[in-house]
């Protein structure tokens, strides 16, 4: 049901992190960028809808000013709200952000690092955009950074720190931007599988907490009000996220859960795993009758790798690319169906 | 990123290297006594208590380079020599069996497991000698203490820096393409078979619940592999039943050690490069390293008759046509200590490397320290 295409090949390999792959899809210009994070290089490609041109950048986390640190990143994300389009790359010494083709460097966070180094890491983990004009980032500290994104130009500005979480942020998602109303649009997951639920403003609104059992959560989704959380244990649970209670939970993966990912428009889901397998659901959520339905439809084994990264490339799940640790290209899949 | 990954990683890589070089003193019949000292001198210096004190604090993992550095003086800790081609395949095989080991662990705490299993080994080759059993035994505890009230989301922290540490490292081991866990591209064969790790359920069950918590449905689907349940859990304490294999001996006489330098891949050589970029070391690396090699006692050799050289290779000559055949993007590279602009951290290190200058050293010059000592460094 899903078929190979040509692989995307990448100037070096994907590193074992959560989330390890981000699309954006450029409809105006018929571009799909892809990046990928590398220790401490952030890959990126933009490749022509006709696969005819590729093109390859790469980003290095340096902070300004600071003369010959590097650093390790943690995750590179694009983030689309309605004015524009930021790619947001998070390292162990702070967040940066650049305009989606990562020409320009816009705006730049320095996480508080202390002088020597301590027992528990430093480093932002977990990027989503929110709402029509807010993106967050998680801390090791477990803080969710809040930043105002004005609709063009580099005066961003850190609006909120989000301080429920004790462990750290493993990954942030969001629903509903633009004109849909939403109750909750912005979950919180850390370390040890506790989810915070949040509706974004001026001051952001807990309005729930899902404990979790001691088990990271390293992917999270939100999409019809519904939580869609992957586990360091290989399952995949569906909790309804202001309420907390539990809808689902499939034993999907024989090892931990890398990534997870929605495709909005036909509730196709994508979960990847350390047991090299990709596997696509299907999703039926109606939030009114508090129904909820997911059948698994395929599977895919990238044979030897343990996956990182899994993303649809469209709003439909038309076609999905994947990344694994120590390879140097993103596998691309297209559904066959009529 | 994970500041408690250095001691994990050194005590695996050490105790795959005592693996190796056991085998090698036994395959060539060198005398027992001797043999015993090689290893136990290498262990005392393993286990030194102001090194471990360095290695434990938080900090970042050492470069590549910086660590092959610590090991080059571990494996010189005793009456034993290696030559450079035996030294880099030495250090070869050391760190791709503990890569194997971090990637095939079910859970990124059996890390720890398989931990255990090289410091049950390492007790076990100096169980004759109660000092340095004691300073084992420390070790043990310190382990103990460090790891085992970590979280699994900490843990997988310390396997991904570990696996930054290891990327793009396809050398393949003749070990392991016999037993046909690495392929010859170079990269592991991860089974999509066997038992789930503990905590995981077998794939391929999924359950729907009512608002109220009972279970509505319940489907079943096909998982693509072949899963058992999982094994019983492993001891975490000074003693007991690891339970996984990881981490311990799989070499023995009749299984030698070698690798294959040629068709290594194009992507891994890529990568190298970048490594290998002509670049000072870090000044904090430098400082890191002093710290480190400060708590390196190393003994003198008494006369030079005692001393010998340990071959990795089946023959003299074959270890010659390894170093002149090596491919520069797998060369390991020399610390280039001159081009430091730290002119502190640097004469710090040049004085304690200093101390370690054997008399018996083919490489060295002059006696005098300073430029020539520098210059032996960069001879490593």
């Given at each position: 049901m899903f078929h190979k295409e040509k692989s995307i090949q990448l100037k070096n390999s994907a590193s074992a992190l959560y989330n390890n792959l981000s699309v954006l899809r450029i409809a105006p210009r018929r571009l799909t960028y892809f990046t990928v994070v590398h220790a401490n290089v952030v890959n990126m490609v933009s490749t022509s809808w006709d696969g005819l041109n590729y093109s390859h950048r790469q980003l290095q986390s340096k902070e300004p000013n600071v003369a010959t640190s590097t650093s390790l990143i943690m995750q590179a994300a694009f983030c689309a709200l309605p004015s524009r389009d930021l790619l947001v790359v998070s390292s162990q010494k702070g967040i940066q952000m650049y305009e989606s083709d990562g020409s320009i460097m816009v705006y730049w966070h320095a996480l508080d690092t202390p002088e020597a180094p301590t027992a528990h890491a430093v480093f932002a983990r977990g990027i989503s955009a929110v709402s029509d004009n807010y993106v967050c980032v998680g801390v090791s500290s477990g803080a969710v950074l809040v930043f105002d994104v004005p609709s063009k130009g580099s005066n961003i500005t850190l609006s909120e720190?989000?301080?429920?979480?004790?462990?750290?942020?493993?990954?942030?998602?969001?629903?509903?931007?633009?004109?849909?109303?939403?109750?909750?649009?912005?979950?919180?997951?850390?370390?040890?599988?506790?989810?915070?639920?949040?509706?974004?403003?001026?001051?952001?609104?807990?309005?729930?907490?899902?404990?979790?059992?001691?088990?990271?959560?390293?992917?999270?989704?939100?999409?019809?009000?519904?939580?869609?959380?992957?586990?360091?244990?290989?399952?995949?649970?569906?909790?309804?996220?202001?309420?907390?209670?539990?809808?689902?939970?499939?034993?999907?993966?024989?090892?931990?859960?890398?990534?997870?990912?929605?495709?909005?428009?036909s509730g196709l889901l994508l979960s990847a795993a350390e047991d090299s397998f990709v596997r696509v659901w299907h999703l039926s959520i109606t939030p009114e009758t508090n129904s909820v339905e997911i059948a698994h439809l395929h599977n895919e084994c990238v044979t030897d790798t343990q996956i990182c990264g899994a993303k649809f490339c469209d709003g439909d799940g038309y076609a999905f690319a994947v990344t694994g640790y120590d390879l140097s290209e993103i596998i691309r899949l297209v559904a066959c169906w009529e | 990123m994970s500041t408690r990954t250095l001691p994990l990683l050194f005590i695996n890589l050490g105790g795959e290297m005592l693996y190796i070089l056991d085998q090698r003193l036994r395959a060539q019949n060198i005398p027992a006594d001797k043999a015993k000292k090689v290893m136990n001198d290498i262990i005392t210096t393993m286990f030194n208590k102001k090194f471990l004190e360095e290695l434990f604090k938080p900090q970042e993992l050492y470069s590549k380079k910086a660590l092959r550095t610590v090991f080059d003086r571990l494996a010189h800790?005793?009456?034993?020599?290696?030559?450079?081609?035996?030294?880099?395949?030495?250090?070869?095989?050391?760190?791709?069996?503990?890569?194997?080991?971090?990637?095939?662990?079910?859970?990124?705490?059996?890390?720890?497991?398989?931990?255990?299993?090289?410091?049950?080994?390492?007790?076990?080759?100096?169980?004759?000698?109660?000092?340095?059993?004691?300073?084992?035994?420390?070790?043990?505890?310190?382990?103990i203490e460090m790891y085992t009230p970590?979280?699994?989301?900490?843990?997988?922290?310390?396997?991904?820096?570990?696996?930054?540490?290891?990327?793009?490292?396809?050398?393949?081991?003749?070990?392991?393409?016999?037993?046909?866990?690495?392929?010859?591209?170079?990269?592991?064969?991860?089974?999509?078979?066997?038992?789930?790790?503990?905590?995981?359920?077998?794939?391929?069950?999924?359950?729907?619940?009512?608002?109220?918590?009972?279970?509505?449905?319940?489907?079943?689907?096909?998982?693509?592999?072949?899963?058992?349940?999982?094994?019983?859990?492993?001891?975490?304490?000074?003693?007991?039943?690891?339970?996984?294999?990881?981490?311990?001996?799989?070499?023995?006489?009749?299984?030698?050690?070698?690798?294959?330098?040629?068709?290594?891949?194009?992507?891994?050589?890529?990568?190298?490069?970048?490594?290998?970029?002509?670049?000072?070391?870090?000044?904090?690396?430098?400082?890191?390293?002093?710290?480190?090699?400060?708590?390196?006692?190393?003994?003198?050799?008494?006369?030079?008759?005692?001393?010998?050289?340990?071959?990795?290779?089946?023959?003299?000559?074959?270890?010659?046509?390894?170093?002149?055949?090596?491919?520069?993007?797998?060369?390991?590279?020399?610390?280039?200590?001159?081009?430091?602009?730290?002119?502190?951290?640097?004469?710090?290190?040049?004085?304690?490397?200093?101390?370690?200058?054997?008399?018996?050293?083919?490489?060295?010059?002059?006696?005098?320290?300073?430029?020539?000592?520098?210059?032996?460094?960069?001879?490593?």
């Open positions: 720190v989000l301080e429920e979480h004790k462990e750290a942020i493993t990954d942030i998602a969001s629903e509903c931007s633009g004109s849909q109303e939403c109750l909750a649009n912005l979950v919180t997951a850390d370390d040890g599988g506790n989810m915070c639920v949040w509706k974004s403003g001026e001051e952001f609104q807990l309005l729930n907490k899902i404990p979790g059992l001691d088990m990271t959560c390293s992917s999270v989704k939100l999409w019809k009000g519904t939580v869609l959380a992957g586990y360091g244990t290989g399952q995949i649970r569906l909790y309804e996220a202001v309420t907390g209670i539990l809808h689902a939970e499939v034993n999907a993966h024989a090892r931990w859960i890398y990534s997870l990912d929605i495709a909005p428009f | 800790a005793s009456i034993m020599r290696l030559n450079q081609a035996s030294m880099d395949k030495l250090y070869d095989l050391m760190t791709m069996a503990f890569k194997y080991q971090v990637l095939l662990c079910p859970r990124p705490k059996d890390i720890l497991l398989v931990s255990f299993n090289h410091m049950d080994a390492i007790k076990d080759f100096v169980k004759d000698t109660p000092s340095i059993l004691s300073q084992v035994d420390e070790t043990y505890q310190q382990l970590l979280s699994n989301g900490e843990f997988q922290l310390i396997r991904q820096t570990l696996l930054i540490f290891f990327q793009d490292m396809h050398i393949r081991v003749s070990i392991f393409l016999k037993d046909k866990v690495q392929n010859s591209n170079g990269r592991f064969v991860l089974p999509t078979n066997g038992p789930v790790p503990r905590g995981t359920q077998i794939p391929g069950m999924i359950r729907i619940f009512s608002c109220s918590g009972e279970e509505l449905t319940r489907l079943q689907f096909n998982n693509g592999g072949n899963y058992s349940s999982a094994l019983r859990e492993g001891s975490f304490e000074m003693f007991g039943n690891r339970v996984t294999k990881l981490g311990t001996n799989m070499y023995s006489v009749s299984r030698p050690v070698e690798t294959h330098m040629s068709g290594t891949s194009k992507s891994s050589a890529q990568h190298t490069k970048v490594n290998a970029a002509p670049n000072p070391l870090a000044k904090e690396e430098l400082n890191l390293l002093a710290r480190l090699m400060g708590g390196l006692e190393v003994q003198k050799p008494g006369s030079t008759d005692t001393g010998f050289r340990v071959n990795l290779f089946a023959t003299d000559e074959e270890e010659e046509e390894a170093l002149i055949s090596r491919p520069n993007e797998l060369s390991y590279g020399v610390i280039s200590i001159q081009a430091t602009k730290d002119q502190q951290a640097n004469a710090e290190l040049t004085k304690i490397m200093g101390e370690f200058t054997e008399s018996g050293d083919p490489s060295s010059s002059a006696s005098s320290k300073g430029d020539d000592l520098l210059a032996m460094m960069d001879g490593l």
